[in-house]
């Protein structure tokens, strides 16, 4: 295979490693449930880690509710009678997502006392559900999560904001499971892992109350005074609760060293996760690869992008990619791929983008400057124009992304 084929190939080797499906169906198999279950799936994920359920409990799964993103639903799942799916909104939630919170909520006090319940969070449920104080609407939840999402915010601080406003989050929809045995899997998309982050801790209480930044809307303050605290750890209603984190990021930046070694390669895995500014990483990635040694280097993470008002198309992995193509052009046989492990980077349908040192003439030889769409948030149509955006549709996992570099050996 050439050296794009190369790329897409380790980057589906890290998907395959953390896909929800065979993470749920694996987990379920090291440990069954001994008599019915039912299931609460919420994330980008929740159709695939659904799907494992299915595999792993047959008969056994009684009922259901499954809410993901907007086309992140299966056939098999959407068509399983057993199953109640919904689909709510993503980066920015809408009223779906107050439906959707509400769902929850009915679905789990609905349940028949003493019957076990499998949740299943992966990342993206910050957006699909919520539950917010009396008098607060879904225009106050979309304006909060623009505030967020145009401010150059790691995914803890944004999700401590979002738990300090809602009524279920930061663990308080566990306090609906009343003591019922109940395990909770994890798709992790945060740095740490830390469970209370992942999906903004629906079923993990926090340790201690979210420190508002500054600017937040005034409303936000208020609302946050009138949320009931989260519940303890010992709390009785979450009694019956085990909880596991079956993928996360660390998986799949190993899965991409075992291929690479697989295939003869030489590996260099940088065990820092990728964080802060993505133009910023995009000039330290580029610095790494052109003065590092021939063969795969391998980064995992997830970077921010601020965006401006009027922001164009592409995420920060593209960001992040145009940022390495223009500071590796010049140089000889050096490719990138960046791309969000949800199939999802940014507006638009791409993962990410795979790019190489002649990326910038191609774009500018469709009357475009990377500078400009960089500073405009518009990396994505950039990309579009040189041919180098990577689109895999919705992969059944979110561990936030992946960059891969590669540098051939010298010709002889």
């Known amino acids: 295979m050439d050296h794009r084929e190369l790329l897409?190939?380790?980057?589906?080797?890290?998907?395959?490693?953390?896909?929800?499906?065979?993470?749920?169906?694996?987990?379920?198999?090291?440990?069954?449930?001994?008599?019915?279950?039912?299931?609460?799936?919420?994330?980008?994920?929740?159709?695939?880690?659904?799907?494992?359920?299915?595999?792993?409990?047959?008969?056994?799964?009684?009922?259901?509710?499954?809410?993901?993103?907007?086309?992140?639903?299966?056939?098999a799942v959407s068509d399983d009678p057993r199953l109640r799916c919904l689909e709510a909104a993503h980066?920015?939630?809408?009223?779906?997502?107050?439906?959707?919170g509400e769902a929850a909520v009915e679905f789990l006090e609905q349940l028949p006392e003493g019957d076990e319940v499998l949740l299943l969070i992966s990342g993206g449920a910050s957006s699909l559900v919520e539950r917010l104080p009396d008098n607060l609407t879904a225009d106050?939840?979309?304006?909060?999560?623009?505030?967020?999402?145009?401010?150059?915010?790691?995914?803890?601080?944004?999700?401590?904001?979002?738990?300090?406003?809602?009524?279920?989050?930061?663990?308080?929809?566990?306090?609906?499971?009343?003591?019922?045995?109940a395990r909770l899997y994890l798709v992790s998309d945060v740095p740490g892992d830390d469970p209370t982050v992942i999906g903004s801790g629906l079923f993990v209480p926090g340790q201690s109350a979210a420190v508002l930044p500054e600017g937040v809307?005034?409303?936000?303050?208020d609302a946050a005074a009138r949320v009931p605290p989260p519940p303890r750890e010992d709390a009785p209603e979450l009694a019956g609760l085990r909880r596991r984190i079956i993928a996360r990021n660390a998986d799949a930046v190993a899965a991409v060293r075992d291929r690479a070694e697989h295939l003869g390669l030489s590996v260099r895995v940088h065990d820092d996760p990728l964080t802060g500014d993505a133009l910023r990483a995009g000039e330290q990635i580029a610095e790494a690869l052109i003065h590092g040694p021939p063969g795969v280097q391998v980064w995992g993470g997830e970077t921010t992008v601020a965006l401006p008002n009027a922001p164009g198309q592409g995420g920060r992995a593209q960001a992040l990619a145009l940022t390495a193509a223009a500071c590796i052009e010049g140089y000889r046989d050096l490719w990138l791929l960046a791309a969000g492990t949800d199939g999802t980077d940014g507006p638009g349908d791409a993962a990410g983008a795979l790019v190489d040192v002649h990326t910038c003439f191609r774009g500018r030889q469709a009357g475009l400057d990377p500078e400009t769409c960089l500073e405009a948030a518009d990396s994505g149509r950039f990309l579009e124009a040189s041919g180098d955006l990577l689109r895999t549709g919705?992969?059944?996992?979110?561990?936030?992304?992946?960059?891969i570099g590669y540098r051939e050996e010298p010709r002889r």
């Open 91 to 100: 980066p920015v939630p809408d009223q779906r997502s107050l439906a959707a």
């Open 217 to 221: 809307p005034d409303w936000v303050r």
């Open 140 to 181: 106050h939840l979309a304006e909060l999560n623009r505030w967020l999402l145009g401010r150059h915010l790691a995914i803890d601080a944004m999700n401590a904001v979002r738990r300090s406003v809602s009524r279920i989050k930061g663990g308080r929809l566990a306090l609906h499971l009343h003591g019922r045995p």
């Open 394 to 403: 919705p992969t059944g996992t979110n561990v936030m992304d992946i960059v």
């Open 8 to 75: 897409q190939h380790l980057f589906r080797a890290s998907l395959d490693r953390v896909g929800g499906r065979p993470a749920v169906r694996h987990a379920l198999e090291q440990d069954p449930p001994a008599g019915d279950v039912h299931l609460l799936a919420i994330g980008k994920a929740a159709a695939a880690m659904s799907q494992g359920a299915m595999d792993a409990l047959g008969a056994r799964l009684i009922t259901g509710l499954v809410i993901t993103k907007t086309d992140h639903l299966s056939h």
